[in-house]
């Protein structure tokens, strides 16, 4: 059994505590959008997308992809902080293409855009999400190219390792393609953050614990906790009925058991979600960002459940 270990007043390595410990400071994320659809949305493998997945690409919160990338920067820091407060809060930001499949573009088309984002000047960290089918080696070679300028993140939505919920939400590549991904962005010392949908339909919570384990095995450096969101204009919504939809103290227990399960070298980038109100159908408690952080936190004070204390060497 581990000792007992805090990062700053957590049980677990959140990216806030990573972040400050590496910058000295708050560090802001800024959601834009590289104009680009998805393989699995524009008939190349499929259409409409994961079953889950917004009109928006799970970009609901990016900024315009008409404007310039250095245009879109600048909207997103004024709509955080305001005109006039951004030199009182800090400078320093991670240029994050959250929109759809952020290397589904030509090299040519990619270089330009991500080469503007990590030129500018207040951003220290370019955090890219794609799908691992959209990772060629000439994609891949880019990327260590522009790692050797600032860190470079790649954002990967595996969701579950387990292929049968694959084929059922839509997912569009098999698990082979996926560690193949990660194998390709290791080489290279580009660091993979992982997404995990806690909730998916027919998985229990012993599927998830399995997908946790799966991804100890392997050369990541992150990883996404994420509930599952039922939001309108989704497939997901066809039969929302059908599906088991987590209470609070469900998905905390669950939550819990997802982290202490994880390598404790993981960053927990995200331990939770919430999608834009005007779309969410259930849960709607998930709604309440801030309840929801607290309660988390607050019960894990209670279990005195840490990061890794149930990881073991394999």
């Keep these: 059994m581990n000792s ?6 957590k049980p677990y390595q959140s990216l806030n505590y990573y972040l400050k410990e590496q910058y ?15 393989p699995n949305r524009d008939g190349k493998i499929s259409y409409g997308g994961c079953i889950f ?11 315009d992809h008409l404007l310039s990338i250095t245009a879109q920067i600048e909207a997103a820091k004024e709509k955080m902080h ?3 407060v951004t030199k009182t809060v800090g400078q320093k930001y991670i240029a994050y293409f959250q929109a759809y499949t952020n290397t589904y573009a030509p090299v040519s088309v990619l270089r330009k855009l991500f080469y503007e984002a990590i030129n500018h000047p207040d951003i220290v960290i370019l955090s890219i999400a ?6 060629d080696d000439e994609i891949l070679d880019l990327l260590a190219e522009l790692n050797k300028i600032k860190p470079v993140w790649v954002e990967l939505g595996l969701q579950t390792m387990h292929e049968e919920t694959a084929i059922l939400i839509n997912r569009g590549y098999p698990l082979s393609c996926f560690e193949d991904a990660v194998k390709g962005l290791s080489k290279r010392n580009i660091n993979t953050i992982v ?6 339909p027919g998985e229990t919570n012993e599927h998830i614990l399995e997908t946790v384990t799966y991804l100890n095995m392997l050369p990541i450096q992150g990883i996404k906790f994420q509930l599952l969101h039922v939001l309108k204009n989704t497939k997901l919504a066809d039969y929302i009925d059908q599906v088991h939809l987590y209470s609070l103290e469900e998905y905390i227990a669950l939550l819990i058991d997802c982290i202490a399960h ?17 779309l969410l159908l259930a849960p709607l408690w998930s709604s309440n960002k801030k309840l929801v952080l607290n309660s988390i936190h607050k019960a894990m ?6 990061q890794g204390k149930y990881y073991k060497e394999v």
Aim: hydrophobic fraction near 30%; aromatic fraction near 6%.
């Design 130 to 135: 794609t799908r691992p089918d959209c990772l």
């Design 24 to 38: 000295h400071e708050k560090i802001y994320k800024l959601s834009l959008n590289g104009g680009m659809t998805c």
């Design 195 to 200: 997404h995990v949908i806690l909730g998916l």
């Design 301 to 306: 004070k209670e279990t005195s459940t840490w």
């Design 262 to 278: 994880t390598r404790p070298d993981i960053i927990i980038h995200r331990i939770t979600g919430d999608g834009p109100k005007k």
């Design 82 to 84: 305001g005109a006039t």
């Design 4 to 9: 007992m270990k805090l990062w700053g007043d």
């Design 53 to 63: 997945c917004s009109e928006g690409g799970s970009g609901d919160f990016a900024e």
